[in-house]
């Protein structure tokens, strides 16, 4: 009883006091910066879901072998470790910069796109297409199709084949297919909104429907789910300067349930709104809280510490063979799936393949230094001249570190779609406008 007491006032207590601490250092969670939505991620996708765990009120993590307290409680722990490490390195680069000359752009004007930024995010939309055209030539089946047609079961066969055990460089598809397409949607749509230009619109309708079949072909429901929240947060920077309206937020959110309610229905046969609304929150809240549950179990008593074997080794450069953590985590835990064929993952809060890795040791610095380089990216990407297609990459940026909170660390150490995204964005920038913090072009006041 008195354990349960102190992890029920602990557990409420945590996020509103570092909560507080966001915004007495600069970063309030009521206005979109890096450091903040991800913290807000952190919160409700890497901590919200152990209480649910510890009190065994999702019955469908208990039916999958979630039981011992003592592990959910390890778990907790672990991420409010992280997330307080985190807290602490947006706090050191609050005070390394405090005095610094070089101050982010809070400009309420956004500069309309010029001509060849316009012409530049068509060809990155068209390039995207094509790439698209290019991946679905190259396998059998799309698994959105299948499931459409009834095979409910064979659509997770065919899904697997299209991600995980895809056969070719799956990455170098998915960061057109999904990443590139995503920025330009977002531009596209702050230029709309800005504007109201008609091509400006009609551009981002044709983006939107890219975006909406590369996200949905494989029958995975958050990342549409993500990119519909990503839509609002270019109209919170656009409309509102970053500031977090709660009525736009409830009809955000709202949206994503009804797609959500829709999408388990369609894909996974739940017979009813309510129970696909279950199976929602259950997924949000505890999918990857239940999964760091069962790395304390698989690490290390059915595997070794892994010693750095679960990061990238490009083109096996370096004296070890890489070791696909999730997967292999997958099918421990789900032995039948993987002897039908399939090839899941199970990724987690990115504390957990650092534990994987090093133990409890690994936890202690690398969250901080993470905390610490949000906060630079930041700081970066808002001393960029404010425009439509600035505004796309910082809202990518947003999605794109939210993550943390739902896949291991090993993603963001030889980050490609980070590199390729934020290179486009400063040649486009620089060949339009000449240098980054100009003020070229027609600019408006943000309403």
Sequence with gaps: MVQDFLFVILFFVIPFLFSWIMNKIGYPVTRLSIPSFTFVS???????????????????????????????????????????????????????????????????????????????????????????LLYLVQIPKVALLVSIMGGGEDSKFVRSEMGNNFSGKYHWYSLFMHDVAKLVAFSFFAQWRLTKKKLAGFMFFLSFLLVAFSTLMATEKAPFAWFILGLFLVHTIVK???RIRVGGALFSIGLMLAFLILAYQVFMGSGDALAAVQHAFSRALTGSTGSSYFYLEFVPDQQGFLLGRSFPNPAGILPFEHFRLTVELMQWRFPAEARSGIVGSSPSVFWTELYANFGWFGLLIPAVFVGFMLAV???????????????????????????LATSGISNYIVDMPLWVLVALVLLITLMCRRKLGCRSGKTLVVS
């Design 377 to 403: 990216l930041d700081f970066f990407v808002n001393t960029i001249c404010i425009s439509p297609i600035v505004v796309g990459l910082n809202v990518w940026l947003l999605l794109h570190f939210k993550s």
């Design 42 to 132: 952190m919160i409700l996708l890497g901590y919200a879901g152990y209480f649910l765990l510890y009190f065994q009120l999702i019955d469908y993590r208990v039916a999958i072998g979630i039981e011992r307290q003592d592990l959910v409680l390890t778990a907790w722990m672990a991420s409010s470790f992280t997330i307080v490490s985190m807290v602490l390195g947006f706090f050191l680069f609050a005070r390394a910069f405090a005095t610094s000359r070089l101050k982010p752009n809070r400009s309420v004007f956004i500069n309309e796109l010029l001509p060849f930024e316009h012409f530049a995010l068509f060809v990155l939309l068209t390039l995207s297409l094509l790439v698209l």
């Design 240 to 242: 509102n300067r970053g």
